[in-house]
């Protein structure tokens, strides 16, 4: 059974830092294989794409492009993403998903980011 648990999400002042993984498991092939990506949705608001690895490029979203990092670790089976100088409308549920073009896409649970003072 395929499986992407994300964890480090919680509360954090503006300015603060949190960094994010994404464990897949259950998975017959290496996740070098896919593109991984976190993706947010906040409140009222429709999921958005923040950044995607391609195993060489990647994207970022313009709202994080400079403050986020992606990574991988193929070894490892995980995908990080490193949140730097976060904002208020950083807040969001935070989801990681996997796929393998043409196959259907795996998603998370999310986790979720509150930027607060």
């Known amino acids: 059974q395929v499986q992407l648990v994300e964890s480090g999400g919680g509360l954090v002042q503006p300015g603060g830092s949190l960094r994010l993984s994404c464990v897949a498991s259950g998975f017959t092939d290496s996740i070098s294989s896919y593109v991984m990506s976190w993706y947010r949705q906040a409140p009222g608001k429709e999921r958005e794409l923040v950044a995607a690895?391609?195993?060489?490029?990647?994207t970022y979203a313009d709202s994080v492009r400079g403050r986020f990092t992606i990574s991988r670790d193929n070894a490892k089976n995980t995908v990080y993403l490193q949140m730097n100088s976060l904002k208020f409308e950083d807040t969001a549920v935070y989801y990681c998903?996997?796929?393998?073009?043409?196959?259907?896409?795996?998603w998370g649970q999310g986790t979720q980011v509150t930027v607060s003072s």
């Open positions: 690895n391609y195993g060489g490029p990647i």
């Open positions: 998903k996997a796929v393998r073009p043409p196959r259907v896409p795996y």
